[in-house]
């Protein structure tokens, strides 16, 4: 999926209890780590055959959430270890496997037991530039921003209406590109 539905996504997972938990620093962590997977992308700096082979792998991966969770948790809970360490592993490891999972829902496979297994799975019942979904929850994400008091319902909503749509897109699959797509890869990949 695209960097908007990635970052909304954690901040909804944030909204749903743990912002109100450990406060701002949980819809932060899950934020970041919703996005932190494509740090692979960087390999296009290197060329597009080593992106297209690396790209979706390790950080991707169930080893990846774990081990970059681990080692990022060392980095924002480094004033009280003994306080916030597993916590902010935690958060971590879900925010990138929330990342992978909406991953998988597109077209490029994913192996997401890597070093384990080379299977690599994908669903593909969506774009990666789905706009509808891009939409709902970016417009949600705003809301439960400006609406601070009620983020646990509207972040409800967000999650009922994505996967009541991803319900419907399961029987009516639509995983072709998008016109998100082409402007984002586009610009990019020029």
Not at 122 to 143: E, K, N, P, Y
Not at 149 to 168: E, M, T
């Amino acid at each position: 999926m695209n960097p908007v539905v990635h970052v909304t996504m954690g901040l909804h997972i944030a909204n749903l209890g743990f912002h109100q938990s450990y406060g701002p620093r949980a819809s932060l962590i899950l934020a970041a780590a919703s996005l932190f997977p494509d740090i692979d992308s960087l390999m296009l700096l290197v060329s597009r055959e080593s992106y297209a082979q690396h790209h979706r792998v390790f950080t991707h991966s169930l080893s990846g959430w774990l081990i970059c969770g681990a080692m990022l948790a060392l980095l924002t809970a480094a004033p009280d270890l003994k306080r916030w360490y597993l916590i902010h592993w935690g958060l971590w490891s879900l925010g990138m496997a929330g990342h992978t999972a909406a991953d998988l829902i597109t077209r490029w496979p994913i192996p997401v037991f890597y070093p384990f297994s080379a299977h690599r799975w994908s669903f593909a019942i969506v774009s990666w530039g789905d706009g509808l979904l891009t939409a709902l929850w970016m417009v949600l994400a705003i809301a439960a921003a400006v609406f601070a008091d009620h983020r646990l319902p509207i972040s409800g909503v967000a999650w009922g209406l994505g996967l009541a749509y991803l319900g419907y897109r399961t029987v009516v699959p639509a995983p072709g590109s998008s016109w998100l797509s082409r402007v984002w890869f586009g610009f990019w990949m020029r």
